[in-house]
């Protein structure tokens, strides 16, 4: 029942049809553009929180996007994915992106930085030392690991 406008875009909030994982008919979840966006076939994938997906984009199998993630484009969330999203953080109020990432495991995207918890950290260092905007960046860091896990793969 509920919309709201997004850039020109109307967004639904969804809402459980019927009751799955920790899901219970009738809770209210995120806000998606078109049915499509949230692919129920298999798997339990979830849009909750202020989280929106609209697009192309398309969430499916056991992924789950929340807090105030966007998902846009042709963008695919799926499998097991997990997608943090914080904001805002540091000097530049910036939005912290946290997902799984095949190849390093859990990537850590801001500005123009992307990489692993190790470089992040580094760089939070460098830039901020153990000053409030770093003690911010921290703690966002320490909820995601708890939240999103690890997607790599071992070699």
Do not use: M
Not at 2 to 29: D, M
Not at 32 to 59: C, M, P, T
């Amino acid at each position: 029942g509920e919309t709201k406008v997004v850039f020109g875009v109307v967004l639904r909030q969804i809402r459980a049809l019927v009751s799955f994982g920790t899901i219970v008919s009738g809770e209210v979840g995120g806000w998606i553009e078109d049915e499509k966006n949230l692919a129920q076939v298999s798997g339990n994938a979830r849009v909750f929180g202020n989280a929106q997906v609209s697009g192309n984009a398309r969430v499916s199998g056991n992924a789950r996007v929340s807090g105030d993630a966007w998902v846009s484009g042709d963008a695919w969330v799926s499998g097991n994915a997990d997608l943090f999203f914080a904001a805002p953080l540091g000097s530049r109020r910036a939005c912290l992106t946290i997902h799984s990432d095949i190849e390093i495991g859990i990537r850590f995207t801001t500005g123009c930085f992307s990489g692993t918890e190790h470089q992040f950290k580094k760089a939070i260092q460098k830039t901020h030392g153990d000053n409030d905007f770093a003690r911010q960046y921290l703690a966002a860091i320490n909820l995601a690991l708890v939240v999103v896990k690890s997607a790599k793969v071992a070699s």
